[in-house]
C-alpha cells in the first residue's frame, strides 16, 4: 500500500485565508479549500483557435468563428461607451444563466467558454455572461473589475478579457481572485483585469463567470448579482509616472520601441516609462542587443548595471564576478557586493583557488554536503554543538534538528534521534531502535522518524503510519496535528467514491484528496476547528482564549460572528467592521486603556487607538506609540535602539521591504511580536501576508520564522508559548531582533503593503 504523504498546509477553513507555510518539515495537512490563484499573464489572443471543440451537450462540433453573433454558446450583449467620465458600470445577475446552463459535477463539461488549455490560474466557471466593448478613437487599456459594490460579498467571480471570442480560448487577460483587494476573505473572491494597450476602435469580449464548484458551508457562492466596471486608462507616454503593478498608469507598449515602466528602484511602487533596455530596470529588448551599452541582461529578463566588490547591490545592480550580492536579513532584496569566499553567506571560491575555497574561519558548504549545487561559506559547528540555518552547519555525519519552526538547533549523529538523517552505507542500519527511515514528503530527503497509529499525534518527529494522515487540531500551531484516516472525521476525503463516511462532508469539494472530513454542527452546538464545520448561515464562534474550540452562531448575532447581509448586520452593541466592499465581522466597543484581542478582532478600539498585543489573543487599546523610522531595514541599523517595553507601531512595506525592531530581553525572559491592522485582521493582500523573523544578539543569526497567524494571513510570535514558539522562549539577557517583511513563495506574492502595526513586548520570566 502507498503511504499517504503529508500535505503542505494552505486554508485552514473556508472563513481563513491562504498564506505560506513556515520552514516546516513535516507540516500537517491542508483542512480546506483554497480557491485563490494569482493574476495570469495579461497577453491577449491574436492567434487562431486551436483548441478542441465543446464537449459539453450544447457541442456544436466546432468552435464559432471570430464575427460570429455568439461567444461559445452564449450571447454577447455590447456595452457603450459612457457619454461622461472613463468607465461604463453593468449591473447583472448570473443566477438565471447559471440555470440556463444545465450545471454538472464538473465544471469543464458544459462550460460554453473555457481558458486556453496552457492556463494554470484562472479556472473554467459556471454561469457565465458575454459583453463585449469597444474602445474609442485613441489607444487604450482597459481596466475591468467585479471588486464593486454591486457585486454579491461572497460571490466568487472569473473573468476573461480576449479580443477573440471563440469556445476555447487560446489566450486571455484573466483574473480568479483580485489580489489587490486587502479586506475580508469573502471579497478578495471577486475579480479585476488589467489589460495591454489597445489600439483604437478595439472590440474586446468580457466573459464573467462563477467559480464552479463553490466553497463548502455558504463561504463563496457561483452565481449572484454582479457589477461589472470597465475603466479605460490612458496610456503614459515617455518618461511620464507609471504604476510598476500595471494595474493603472500604463506605459505605452503600442508605440515603436515599446516603452516600460521602470521602477525608482528596485520594490517601488512607481516608476518611470522607458524604451525596453535602455535603463537598469527596464525589461530587456526581445531583439539583439537586448540592453544597451554598459548593460546586462539578467537571467530574471531584468537590465543591470555591474558593480564593484563593497557596493551596494540590488535588482538593478549586478556584482562584479568573484562576489556574491550578500543582506543579513533574510529574504531582502538588496546587499552589498561581498567577495566570494570572504563571509558567511558569500559564494565559495573555486577548488583550489588560492586561500582554500573559503577564509579561515569558514567552511565551504559543498564540503559538507555533496549535494549542495550553490556552495556558501558557513561555519562548521563542533560535534554536537550548536547550528543554525544558511550559517552553521554540522559536520558531515551529524544533523541540524530544530524544532517547531526555529532555525537554530544541535547537531546529532545520524541516525540516532528523530529527525535525523538515515545512515547510509553498506551493513549499517538505517535509524537506531524503533525508528523508520521515512521520507516526509514526495521529493524529500529520507530522515529517521517515530511512525504513530491513527489518532496519535504527529509532528516534526513523529509521522503517521500507512493509510492515515497528519491534520491540524489547533490552529495556532502548524506544527502539531492528529493522524486521521481517510473518509474519518478529521481524516482526509478519499478520493474515489464516497468523500467521507456517515454523515461526514469534505472540506474541499474539488480536490477531496486535499480535504478534510468534518462533521456539519448546528446552532448552538460546540464546535471545534478544523474537524467541525458549522451549518449554512452559522460561525464557530470561538471561545475566549482558544483558536479552536468555539459555538455555532447565527451571522450577526455576537462578537465574532460574521456580518449578515442587509441594512442590520450586527445585533444591538455590536459594530460591523466592514466597509462597502467587506462583508466583515461583528465587534464589541471598548474603552481607551481597556482589553482588547489583537488576533482575533471581537473587541473594536476606539477611534484613533489600536490593539497592542502582549499575546495571541491579549492586548490593550492605546494609541500608537510612534510610527517606524528609516533607515530600519536591518538589525545592524537599529542595534543602537533598543525598546524595553511594549510598542505598538505604525508602518508600511514597500514591495521588498523589511522593518527592524531591537528589544532589550531580560535573563530567562521571552519575546512576543503580532502584525496586523490593529483591530484583528492583516492588512496584506490575498494571497500574501507580513511574516516575522527573529534574529538573536549578534543580528544576523535566524532564529525563527513565523508567516502565519491561523486567523489572518499575517505572523505573530508569542514566547509566552513555549511549546508553539520555544526559540522566542527562555532567553539568554540580551537584545533580540524582529523584522516584519513581506511574505513570498513559490505561490505567493505580496505587494506593497500601505500600512501596518507592529505590537512587539518583552516578558520577563514567569
Do not use: K
Amino acid at each position: 500500500m502507498t503511504r499517504m504523504r503529508n500535505l503542505a498546509i494552505a486554508l485552514l477553513s473556508a472563513s481563513l485565508g491562504a498564506c505560506g507555510s513556515d520552514p516546516v518539515v513535516n507540516p500537517p495537512a491542508d483542512a480546506g479549500t483554497d480557491t485563490g490563484s494569482p493574476m495570469d499573464v495579461q497577453a491577449v489572443d491574436t492567434g487562431a483557435d486551436a483548441g478542441p471543440g465543446d464537449t459539453g451537450p450544447r457541442d456544436t462540433g466546432a468552435d464559432r468563428p471570430d464575427a460570429g453573433p455568439t461567444c461559445g454558446t452564449l450571447p454577447i450583449t455590447p456595452v457603450a461607451r459612457p457619454t461622461s467620465g472613463d468607465t461604463a458600470r453593468v449591473m447583472g445577475d448570473t443566477t438565471a444563466a447559471y440555470m440556463a446552463q444545465n450545471p454538472g459535477p464538473r465544471p469543464t463539461a458544459n462550460s460554453p467558454v473555457r481558458p486556453p488549455s496552457s492556463n494554470t490560474t484562472c479556472v473554467p466557471s459556471r454561469g457565465q455572461v458575454v459583453y463585449s466593448y469597444t474602445t474609442g478613437a485613441m489607444p487604450t487599456a482597459l481596466r475591468i473589475s467585479t471588486t464593486n459594490a454591486g457585486t454579491g460579498r461572497t460571490f466568487d467571480t472569473v473573468l476573461w478579457v480576449t479580443n477573440r471570442c471563440l469556445t476555447t480560448l487560446t489566450a486571455a487577460a484573466c483574473n480568479d481572485d483580485d489580489p489587490e483587494f486587502a479586506a475580508a476573505a469573502d471579497r478578495r473572491v471577486s475579480s479585476s483585469v488589467t489589460t495591454q494597450v489597445f489600439a483604437p476602435n478595439t472590440t474586446v469580449f468580457v466573459v464573467l463567470g462563477g467559480f464552479y464548484p463553490p466553497a463548502t458551508g455558504g463561504a463563496t457562492t457561483d452565481r449572484g448579482p454582479f457589477e461589472l466596471s470597465i475603466q479605460e486608462l490612458p496610456p503614459v507616454a515617455m518618461g511620464g509616472a507609471c504604476r510598476i503593478d500595471g494595474r493603472t498608469q500604463i506605459c505605452d507598449s503600442s508605440v515603436t520601441p515599446a516603452l516600460t515602466c521602470v521602477g525608482n528602484d528596485p520594490g517601488s511602487e512607481m516608476g518611470t516609462c522607458r524604451v525596453r533596455g535602455s535603463v537598469a530596470g527596464s525589461v530587456c529588448r526581445t531583439s539583439e542587443p537586448a540592453c544597451d551599452t554598459g548593460l546586462t541582461c539578467s537571467a530574471g529578463n531584468i537590465c543591470q548595471t555591474t558593480v564593484p566588490s563593497g557596493m551596494p547591490c540590488d535588482a538593478f545592480r549586478t556584482c562584479e564576478a568573484g562576489n556574491t550580492c550578500l543582506s543579513s536579513v533574510s529574504f531582502s532584496i538588496r546587499g552589498i557586493c561581498t567577495r566570494s569566499g570572504t563571509a558567511i553567506g558569500a559564494a565559495c571560491r573555486p577548488v583550489g583557488a588560492t586561500g582554500g575555497r573559503c577564509d579561515t574561519g569558514l567552511v565551504c558548504s559543498a564540503d559538507i554536503d555533496a549535494t549542495d549545487t550553490t556552495p556558501t561559506c558557513v561555519q562548521q559547528a563542533a560535534p554536537g554543538g550548536a547550528c543554525a540555518a544558511n550559517r552553521v552547519m554540522c559536520a558531515v555525519g551529524e544533523t541540524c534538528i530544530t524544532v517547531h519552526g526555529g532555525l537554530i538547533g544541535n547537531c546529532r549523529p545520524n541516525g540516532t534521534v528523530a529527525g535525523a538523517s538515515c545512515r547510509s552505507g553498506a551493513g549499517m542500519m538505517p535509524c537506531d531502535g524503533t525508528l523508520q527511515c521515512r521520507a516526509p514528503g514526495e521529493g524529500a530527503a529520507t530522515r529517521c522518524i517515530n511512525v504513530v497509529a491513527m489518532g496519535a499525534t504527529c509532528d516534526e518527529t513523529h509521522d503517521c503510519a500507512d493509510g492515515s494522515r497528519c491534520f491540524l487540531t489547533d490552529l495556532s500551531d502548524r506544527f502539531v496535528g492528529r493522524c486521521g484516516v481517510d473518509g474519518g472525521l478529521g481524516g482526509g476525503c478519499n478520493a474515489t467514491g464516497a468523500a467521507c463516511t456517515g454523515t461526514l462532508t469534505c472540506s474541499s469539494t474539488e480536490t477531496p484528496e486535499n480535504g478534510l472530513c468534518q462533521n456539519v454542527v448546528a446552532a448552538g452546538m460546540p464546535c471545534n476547528r478544523p474537524v467541525d464545520r458549522c451549518a449554512e448561515g452559522l460561525n464557530c464562534v470561538l471561545n475566549d482564549g482558544s483558536l479552536t474550540a468555539g459555538t455555532c452562531r447565527a451571522e450577526g448575532s455576537v462578537a465574532g460572528s460574521e456580518c449578515r447581509a442587509g441594512d442590520m448586520p450586527c445585533g444591538t452593541g455590536l459594530t460591523c467592521s466592514s466597509s462597502a466592499l467587506s462583508a466583515g465581522f461583528c465587534q464589541t466597543n471598548a474603552a481607551a486603556g481597556r482589553m482588547c484581542n489583537p488576533l482575533q478582532g471581537t473587541i473594536r478600539c476606539p477611534m484613533g487607538q489600536v490593539c497592542g498585543a502582549t499575546a495571541y489573543n491579549r492586548g490593550t487599546c492605546a494609541a500608537l506609540t510612534g510610527m517606524e523610522t528609516e533607515p530600519n531595514d536591518s538589525p545592524s541599523v537599529v542595534m543602537a535602539s533598543p525598546i524595553s517595553t511594549t510598542t505598538t507601531r505604525g508602518g508600511s512595506l514597500p514591495f521588498g521591504d523589511v522593518d527592524c525592531v531591537a528589544v532589550t530581553v531580560p535573563a530567562n525572559g521571552s519575546v512576543t511580536a503580532l502584525v496586523s491592522d490593529g483591530n484583528g485582521r492583516c492588512p496584506a493582500p490575498f494571497p500574501g501576508g507580513i511574516a516575522l523573523d527573529m534574529y538573536g544578539t549578534d543580528g544576523t543569526t535566524w532564529r525563527g520564522a513565523s508567516s502565519n497567524s491561523a486567523l489572518g494571513r499575517c505572523a505573530m510570535i508569542d514566547g509566552t508559548r513555549a511549546a508553539v514558539f520555544p526559540y522566542a522562549n527562555n532567553l539568554p539577557a540580551g537584545v533580540y531582533y524582529v523584522c516584519a517583511r513581506g511574505f513570498r513563495d513559490a505561490t505567493t506574492t505580496t505587494g506593497a503593503i500601505g500600512s501596518y502595526v507592529l505590537s512587539v513586548s518583552a516578558s520577563a520570566a514567569p
